[in-house]
Structure formats: C-alpha cells, structure tokens
C-alpha cells in the first residue's frame, strides 16, 4: 500500500520531499517505521515494526510521470485523515482505489483551455487578436499531435519535439506571409504549453533538499523536454527561412 501511494504521488509530479513526507506519515500512524529510497524510476521501501524485530523490504517501478493535482490533493488529505482518524489498511485503500478512478478531464475542455491559455501567453506578450487567434490554432495542432503520439508510445521527447514542430509550423505561416501586426508573437508563444514547469520546480526543489541524484534526474529531464522544444522549432525556422 505505501509502495502504491508513493509511485501514484511521483507519476501525479511530486517532489521527492512531498512523496517522503506521506508516506512516513501513514506509515507512523499504523505504528511502522519505514527507509525509503527514492529514484526517478523505482521506490525502495523497507517496513520496520515498533520494536525493529521484523522488517519487509520491497521495490516498485514507477510509470511515467506527469502531472495530476487531484492525485497529489487527495494523498495529502487521506494522510492527514489517516494520522487523525486513525483509518485502518483497508479504508486506505479503497480511498486509493477511489482516486486511481477519479475521471480526467475531457479532451475536448483540455484542447479548449490549454489553447487558450496559449492564445492569453500571446496577449501578455503584446499580441492582438490575430495574433492570439494565430497561437490558439497553432497550440491546439500542437497538443493534438502531442496526445495522439503519445497514445502511440512515442519516445517521449519524440512527442514534445513534434509537437513543438507542429505548433511552430502552423504559427510560423502567419510570420512567412505577414499575417497580423506582430506574428512573431504568437510564434514564441505558440509551444509554451510544452514547457516542462513541474519537473524543473521539483528539481530546483530536490536539490534544496538534499536529495541531489534525483534532482540531477529530473533537471536533466527538463533540459532534454525544453531541448526537444528547441529543435521543433529550429526546424519551422528553417523549413520558412525564418
């Protein structure tokens, strides 16, 4: 059950501190003592009686992590439920079993926000309303073919990378044929839905403290994302000499 509660916290994007804190939590309110080893692939866990007579260890492989703020919400209050209301193993987890089946959003509201969100980065630069028209369209491309790569298992910075490309090539039009006051605008900001925020925060935030292996892990992770970013958009401004 820790082993479960850690891996869903580290695929939803949690730190490393957060993912520890949590899990020796629950494990002191059921009156164990518990090591963990975090990697960015794998959990090590050792479980320890009161009295140290007795210890399990095991180990779980992680998936692939993204980015899910009901999971990491919903672990932190079953914690605390745990430590206050003293929950038994079994309460804990069905209230598991209950967050693996929360619904995500659908897809047509993530293509619609995220693309708005993509066209209101373009405002905040100085766009107008051509120009965010012009990343609303070039960030939907993007996530679409995004999503429909990764449904593909696509290596994952394949996915970024042609993502990025196809949202710099629909934008960058508007910057080959003069399309709007100031289409390079909506160019920069057409891929920034693509930034990897979460695993570069919880790299900052790993090597604050002290966790510094995985903070290397996961900074060079988003160093490789922002790279895949990069080289989309190299191509579009090579494809349009721009």
């Not at 490393?16 to 090590?44: K, P």
């Not at 929950?87 to 929360?102: A, G, T």
């Not at 910057?175 to 839905?193: H, M, W, Y």
Request: hydrophobic share 50%.
């Amino acid at each position: 059950m820790l082993l479960e509660t850690g891996a869903m916290l580290m695929q939803a994007g949690a730190n490393t501190g957060r993912i520890r804190i949590t899990i020796n939590r629950i494990a002191h309110s059921l009156g164990y003592n518990v090591e963990l080893f975090i990697t960015h692939r794998a959990l090590m866990l050792s479980v320890i009686d009161d009295d140290g007579g007795q210890y399990t260890s095991k180990l779980k492989r992680t998936p692939p992590h993204g980015v899910n703020f009901k999971i990491l919400s919903g672990i932190s209050r079953m914690s605390w439920k745990v430590e206050e209301q003293d929950w038994n193993l079994e309460q804990i987890n069905v209230e598991l079993e209950r967050l693996k089946n929360i619904p995500h959003y659908r897809r047509w509201q993530v293509f619609l926000f995220v693309s708005l969100a993509g066209a209101a980065f373009c405002r905040l630069f100085g766009g107008g309303a051509i120009e965010m028209a012009t990343a609303f369209i070039a960030t939907l491309g993007g996530l679409f073919v995004r999503q429909v790569t990764v449904k593909k298992n696509f290596n994952p910075y394949i996915c970024v990378l042609l993502a990025a490309a196809t949202a710099s090539l629909l934008s960058g039009l508007a910057v080959k044929f003069s399309f709007g006051a100031q289409p390079e605008l909506a160019f920069a900001t057409s891929v920034l839905f693509l930034i990897p925020g979460v695993p570069l925060i919880n790299s900052f935030t790993d090597l604050i403290d002290g966790n510094i292996s995985t903070g290397i892990v996961r900074g060079t992770n988003g160093i490789l994302i922002a790279f895949s970013i990069a080289l989309g958009l190299l191509a579009a401004m090579v494809i349009y000499n721009i």
